[in-house]
């Protein structure tokens, strides 16, 4: 835990300095894994089933059977909370939608722009220590919602072969029923190649570990799209003095228990504050479950005292975390200050969580910085906005001269041509 | 020029595949361009500069003088030309603005996004055979109404050092005063990196040869997003027995002027269609100066009959390219069935060059297939769409018990921690 009390402006970008990912090994040996499924196709996914996941699985599809027998495992009550959650989260990715607007630029001249879906997308799901089902949510709901025809689930076995029922459960619950038992660099290998099971996508989402990150990057070279590019999830905290030091802790725990290279800033205004929740953490992290990562998490967060809440939101800025939390009293006068976050969550009662799993915005959001150049996913991320435009002969004619004399001035005569054979 | 008559539809794929691009050789030299250029800053453009464009350029940054002298040399003409397709361009993309929409999807949960530009970005723009000061026009307009703060241009000078005057015109039109004497891989590179005239930006724009396609995809390495990966460009037309063989002619061939590498593909459901327009094209290419890259380009284009329209465009959204021009007299009706195209051309007055200069649409666009899962450059191209949500204390209550549900099933027990101690 490093403290740094009203650092100078000239050291903010050093101190907030996020560990550089190291790229060359992973990228080897995700190289190698796309070649051997390339080669191999199912065969090398049921190695690598066996050698990364301990599981001996006789088939890669996930079987209808597996998914309505998964439907008796989730609990009522569980059941029940994806539902409440998923109807958030398809109000507030429904509401993305866009009407087609036609745009007369001159007299004759109309141009728009039309949605259509990204036709055959795939979604990976990390296994591992915690089973995301929540991210089925956050990917397949828009996938839906766009009209996405082809959606392809990936995600590991353990080792008994089998898929977390609430997964599956979730899954069916949005639509999806080609569902695939192979995780890490081998799934997303599988989704850009195509296997004898596994269909090929044209645009992939999903979390992962840094072999998933790395194959994802990868699979660009292959003509596939992603989601964006990833590094670990970051939470970065404005309070004031209005702040609760226990709100704030807890928030920041959340973000430190996902692992151990979670990235966890708190800035305040206010001594008493950044001690008292400095306190809050070492109480509330003893009873976590998974305080290990936590614990290791926090060894390389930041907590920064700074004067004004308008300097706070300025380092974030430079920052650029996926979470932002504004723990302010009057938040509302500094949402147009926040340039670059994931999300933004306000006030002491719109907690992380609440975005991770059911207010109705998305979790798949830009780290590492990319909140400066990327958006999180959202309904956008799975359409392709095609521009359409009609000219009538009036309207070539308005418009005729300013495309000739430019075409000409770039020396493109057959552009002029294709002006002037119209209006001869 | 390769015809094919009545071709099976499990030819389709092969038959208009389009050639494989040779990628590791240049992003060997990419890579050393790149090294070179964070090793010596701005001396590394300078000798880049004498070796590349054969030009001895003092200073790498366009002066206020040289700007303003270049707008004495740009015809009258021309300048209201430009500022024609000024005007259209700016209506069409400031028509993409969205409002901000507050969603309560439960109540007392309060979502919506915001948008904020990209705080830094740069334009490149290619010198060469055309000084395409038309895509400063694409690519200055939407940063400038989506409020970039830095707009950095860069594009190589002559062999007298010079930058070409309508280029220079243009972008001082769109309000843009850092411009820098740089081509290829190295602009690309001290964008990504920053020199010390140079400022390092978050995005990248704008087309180029191989080697700048190259650099822009090793610049995402550094964190720097791109507008999107590139090949050279297409156009595929589709005319129906109402189609005119002269302007279907004129619009492949001014896609087929562009470069010996540019994509042409020709379908239609009428023999004498095809007879004519192949006749037009041989006529009409002879009189053109650039008929060596219209040649070479149309040795591999693809001249297609097929029995209907549906199947036609069934064939298209296979190959899914940049500019797709409908020479149809129902147009209309086939609108719906259009899945993956870049920007489309309706009707017979609709010609391409239109789009590419001043109708209003972008004319960055996605070529080698990526119609199938990226958009054109747009106003989005130039902004992050962040998240907000406020949850009251009661909207804290209501929807509380769901994420402490899940949270609980995801084995993330900070996250239930989160809502538990706020309700306490």
Redesign the interface.
Known sequence: MFIHRYPQKSTWAELIRRPVLK?EEVSEIVSDIFKKVEREGDQALLEFSKKFDSADIGSISVSQDEIEEAETLVSE??K???Q??K??IT??HA??E?EI?K?E??KG?V?W??N?A??KVGIYIPGG??????TVLMLAVPAQLAGCKEIVLCTPPDKSGTINP?ILYTAKLCGITRIFKTGGAQAVAAMTIGTESVPNV??IFGPGNQFVVAAK?YA??Y???IDM?AGPSEVLVIADEYAVP??CA??L??Q???GSDSQVVFITTDLAILNETIEEIHS?VE????NEF?QQSLDNSHFILLNTVEEAVSLSNLYAPEHLILALND?EKY?PA?????????????????????????HTL?T?????????V?L?SF???????????Q??QN?G???K???E???????????S??LK
């Open positions: 790229k009550e569980l029940k909370a994806i409440v959650a109807e958030n109000l507030f509401s993305q866009t607007q745009i630029t001159m001249v141009c722009r039309e259509r990204v036709e220590t915690a089973p995301l089902f929540s609430a044209y645009k990057e660009q070279n003509g596939v799209a590019p226990a709100f807890a928030d725990l959340s430190a228990e996902h509330q009873k976590l479950p998974r936590a938040f949402i926040v340039q670059s976050a994931g999300s933004v969550f306000l006030g002491n009662y719109s907690c992380e969580s609440a975005g991770d799993y059911a207010s109705g915005t998305n830009p590492n910085g990319f909140a400066r150049n990327y958006s999180g959202s956008d359409v392709k906005k095609i521009t359409f435009q009609h000219l009538s002969k309207g070539l418009l001269k300013t495309i004399i430019m075409a001035a770039e020396g493109l005569s057959a552009h002029k041509n294709a002006v054979i119209r």
